[in-house]
């Protein structure tokens, strides 16, 4: 943890609010947002400050399809599209995953599966949440990145297989009562994108991804075996 | 007012001069309306922290209220007016996911808003910087350059704090605060447009900043 003077933090928390930080030093600064506290008071001071300016703003005309716009977006297509350059060409849910490995080959593993995801993530905004998920055995298998516009990246790192007439479903837990809720079905063979804008995005929020009948579980609950599952928590950037 | 008037009267020599616009008699109305939404500041502290707890209607009476003025808040900053429709539909959606982590007993909940404004206002900003813009988006560009911040200034209520405070700047560092803040100018933009060097432009603005809070405090 690195020691923030007050003073620049205070200034630090004005640029902000000015909008004068660059891409990198903004994305730096609303990291430690959600971890302090005093980042937030500085931020809400000079929020108050500006106000003014923007609550003098003329309105303008909302077009009348905007809220649908919205709405739509928020329930969000829960099939996920394929993205980006594969992570494989093959089939990636083979059976080389049940295979085991070795301490050292699970911590290698973890290590790339951490740096993929935070390089890939350079290039848009840097995940907000990372889920790395373990295998019952405890080897890392695929790694979630959670974003703050809603969108899921999940990326597998080990060669799973899926039986035909099955499919795998993501599921995220972030209230007991509410049970898992799913995410989405990956249908293909590579690294899946999900919108979900319409889910929290807490630390220590489970993921998992189990096996299921081919259209996802018939109960809307998760029904087949778990095959890797993990928890979210803040990359230290 | 156009924007070559507009530059003149805010003076580019140091001067400590008052713009010419400040002595506007027609903010009444303004006034009035100012008042009334900031009485309704814990409401919309309120309507956040449901929005938290899945309340989608909450999600939809904030946007009654405030679609508008998010538009016209991203407007001056994005300058195409489907642009600022397009970021105030991903702020909505923003909203939504963040709510459970507003926190009102820190700020106020319209500030919160645009803040989600602001932001995805700026990145909207980056990410369409590389897009060559069309010979109309380039005149509407240069009709609106200047403008926007001097309208908001404008709009400023006589008794704001805020204005008082940015009477007391250099007129220069004042325009460069308003740039930043109004119209999302970056450092570079802001010395480009005040034409000083880039690492004054930093420092005028840290200075102004603390000038600020010690004149509101």
Redesign the interface.
């Known amino acids: 943890m690195i020691a923030h003077d007050p003073n620049e933090d ?2 630090l928390a ?2 902000y ?4 930080l ?2 990198a030093e ?1 994305d730096a600064f609303e990291r430690r947002l ?1 971890r302090e ?1 005093a980042l ?2 500085y ?3 000079w ?17 009348p399809a ?2 649908s ?2 709405e739509a ?2 329930s969000g297509k829960q099939i996920a599209k394929a993205t980006g350059p594969g992570f494989s060409e093959r089939l990636w849910w083979s059976l080389g995953f049940w295979r085991g490995a070795s301490f050292a080959g699970a911590l290698a593993s973890l290590l790339l599966a951490v740096s993929v995801g935070l390089l890939a993530g350079r290039a848009t ?1 840097q995940p907000q949440i990372v889920a790395v998920m373990l295998t019952p055995e405890g080897v890392p298998g695929a790694i979630a990145e959670i974003h ?3 969108r899921i990246n999940v990326i597998p790192i080990h060669d799973f297989e899926v039986p035909s007439g099955k499919t795998l479903q993501v599921w995220t837990l972030f209230d007991k009562a509410k049970g898992p809720i799913s995410v989405g079905l990956i249908e293909r063979t590579r690294q899946a994108l999900f919108h979900r ?6 630390q220590q929020q489970l993921y998992e991804i189990t096996l299921e009948p081919a259209g996802g579980s018939p109960t809307g609950k998760p029904t087949g075996p778990v095959i890797v599952k993990g928890f979210g928590a803040l990359p230290r950037l | 007012m156009r924007a070559g008037a507009a530059l003149q009267s805010w003076g580019t020599n140091g001067n400590r001069r008052i713009p010419r616009f400040t002595a506007c008699h027609g903010l009444h109305w ?1 006034q009035v ?2 008042s009334f ?2 009485d309704k500041n814990d409401d919309h502290s309120a309507l956040i922290v449901a929005c938290g707890r899945g309340d ?1 209607a909450a999600l ?1 009476e904030i ?1 009654r209220r405030e ?3 998010m ?3 991203s ?3 994005v300058k195409r ?1 489907e642009l ?2 397009e970021v ?3 702020s ?3 909203i ?3 709510a ?2 507003f ?1 009102p007993s ?3 909940g ?3 808003l ?2 989600i404004v ?2 995805r206002s ?2 909207m900003l ?1 990410d369409t910087s590389r897009e060559l813009p069309t010979e109309q988006d380039a005149l509407d560009a240069a009709v609106d350059a200047g403008a926007d911040y001097e ?3 404008e ?3 006589n008794n ?4 008082r405070c940015l009477d007391e700047l250099e007129p220069r560092r004042k325009q460069g ?2 740039l ?3 119209e ?4 570079g933009e ?1 010395a480009a447009k005040l034409k000083v060097p880039l690492g004054t432009t ?1 420092s005028w ?2 200075r102004s ?2 000038a ?2 010690e004149c ?1 405090a």
């Open positions: 205070f200034l004005g640029e609010v000015l909008g004068v660059d891409g903004r959600p506290q937030r008071q931020v809400a001071r929020q108050t400050r500006f106000a003014d300016l923007d609550n003098g703003v003329a309105p303008k005309d909302v077009p905007l809220w716009k919205i977006q928020l905004p703050y516009d809603g804008a319409d889910l929290p995005t807490g | 303004q309306g100012i939404l900031s989608r939809q946007y679609a508008g003025a538009i016209g808040i407007a001056r900053i007016r600022a429709e105030v539909q991903e909505f959606v923003a939504w996911r963040n459970a982590r926190d820190i700020g106020s319209r500030a919160w645009f803040q602001r932001n700026l990145n980056r309208n908001a200034y709009r400023l209520a704001s704090a805020l204005k605060i308003l930043a803040f109004v999302g100018m970056s450092h802001i930093k603005l840290r900043l603390i600020l809070r509101m």
